[in-house]
């Protein structure tokens, strides 16, 4: 597991060069599971392999639930070419929080999101910019 966020912030790359960007606007809960549906149809993540694809949707589900539960919504949702990495990016706007990582909890009691980001994730990341607050994760690509 990579250690948790770092007081201070970092994007995923210094000058990244985004090739292709998919995103999402979501204002509530209930429009995760359109999001899902989304993000496994999606062209950029669809030809990755299937332990890769399962790992993006499912971090991608968490860091937008959190931002949802945690942050201010609306929370906006890109997936995109980074290199040769997939890359998950979830602002919300509430800059004035940091992420936290949850710590022991009983099993089903949630709060596993980051914890479960950087199990899966090749780099997590967060920062700030203007009103919103980002977390992010990267993938490898092959």
């Known amino acids: 597991m990579h250690a948790p966020p770092p007081d201070d912030a970092h994007r995923p790359t210094p000058e990244p060069v985004v090739r292709e960007v998919r995103s999402w606007t979501l204002s509530t809960l209930d429009e995760l599971t359109g999001l899902r549906a989304a993000v496994r149809d999606d062209p950029l993540v669809r030809?990755?392999?299937a332990e890769t694809s399962d790992a993006v949707l499912l971090v991608t589900t968490e860091l937008a639930t959190n931002a949802l539960r945690h942050g201010a919504p609306p929370a906006v949702v890109r997936v995109a070419l980074l290199d040769e990495l997939l890359l998950v990016d979830v602002a919300d706007q509430d800059p004035g929080s940091r992420p936290v990582?949850?710590?022991?909890?009983?099993?089903?009691?949630?709060?596993f999101g980051?914890?479960?980001?950087?199990?899966?994730?090749?780099?997590?990341?967060?920062?700030r910019i203007g009103g919103s607050?980002?977390?992010?994760?990267?993938?490898?690509?092959?």
């Open 47 to 49: 030809p990755l392999p």
């Open 101 to 111: 990582v949850a710590g022991t909890r009983a099993p089903g009691a949630g709060g």
């Open 114 to 127: 980051l914890r479960l980001a950087y199990r899966l994730a090749t780099d997590v990341g967060w920062y």
């Open 133 to 142: 607050k980002h977390v992010w994760a990267t993938f490898a690509r092959s």
